[in-house]
C-alpha cells in the first residue's frame, strides 16, 4: 500500500491552474482546428464556383474594385481641396 503525501495549498493549486491551462490550450486548438477547416471548405466552394461562372462574372469584383478606389480617390482630392480654401475677407 503506499503512502499518499499531504501537499501544501499552493501546490495543489499550481497543480490545478496547469491542469486548466492543458485543457484551455487544447480547447483552443481544437477551435482552430475547425475554423480552419470550415474556411478551406468555404476556400475550396468559391474556387469550384470561380471556375464554373463565365467570364464577364469572374470579372465583376475586379471592375468594382477599381470603381470603389476611384470614388474614394475622387473624395479624398475633394476634401483635400476644402481644406486648403481661405475663408473670404469681411
Known amino acids: ?8 495549498k499552493t501546490s495543489r493549486l499550481t497543480r490545478a491552474l496547469a491542469t486548466y491551462l492543458k485543457f484551455k490550450a487544447m480547447a483552443k486548438a481544437f477551435k ?29 469584383p475586379v471592375v468594382a474594385g477599381v470603381g470603389a478606389a476611384g470614388a474614394a480617390g475622387a473624395v479624398a482630392a475633394r476634401r483635400k481641396r476644402q481644406q486648403h480654401k481661405e475663408p473670404a475677407p469681411v
Open 32 to 60: 482552430a482546428v475547425r475554423k480552419s477547416a470550415k474556411g478551406l471548405a468555404a476556400y475550396k466552394a468559391t474556387k469550384t464556383a470561380a471556375k464554373k461562372a463565365p467570364a464577364p462574372v469572374k470579372a465583376l
Open 1 to 8: 500500500m503506499r503512502l499518499r503525501r499531504n501537499r501544501s
